[in-house]
Nanobody, 129 residues
Framework: QVQLLESGGDTVQSGGSLRLSCEAS????????????VGWFRQGPGLEREGIANIDIDGSVDYAPSVKGRFFASRDNAKSTIYLQMNVLKPEDTAMYYCAADLLRSDYDPRVQESFGYWGQGTQVTVSS
């Protein structure tokens, strides 16, 4: 069973930076971590969960417009870990941040949460003004 565990959430001031990590485990030899598409999502107070970055198996990254140029996602297949470097944080970035993973078919949209079956429990990021 694939399991994901986020860490790194904190309270920071506007303009600050944070780095989130997501450690993954439970993969099989047939489908190791590097065969999974992974993503970062967030859910702010009173808002729906939104996709902010997804990393394909080739390492290519797609960002939501709201974070492009400020957030940088990456994966380390040797460590089965994904990262989210968040810079120039704004109060509107306050949210619970989740990582997700799954084996995605080519017709799946990695920007939507319904495409992912494995989720972490989330880590809280609060940005004060």
């Amino acid at each position: 069973q694939v399991q994901l565990l986020e860490s790194g959430g904190d309270t920071v001031q506007s303009g600050g930076s944070l780095r989130l990590s997501c450690e993954a485990s439970g993969f099989t030899s047939t489908y190791p971590f590097n065969t999974y598409c992974v993503g970062w999502f967030r859910q702010g107070p009173g808002l729906e969960r939104e996709g902010i970055a997804n990393i394909d198996i080739d390492g290519s990254v797609d960002y939501a417009p709201s974070v492009k140029g400020r957030f940088f996602a990456s994966r380390d297949n040797a460590k089965s870990t994904i990262y989210l470097q968040m810079n120039v944080l704004k109060p509107e970035d306050t949210a619970m941040y989740y990582c997700a993973a799954d084996l995605l078919r080519s017709d799946y949209d990695p920007r939507v949460q319904e495409s992912f079956g494995y989720w972490g429990q989330g880590t809280q990021v609060t940005v004060s003004s």
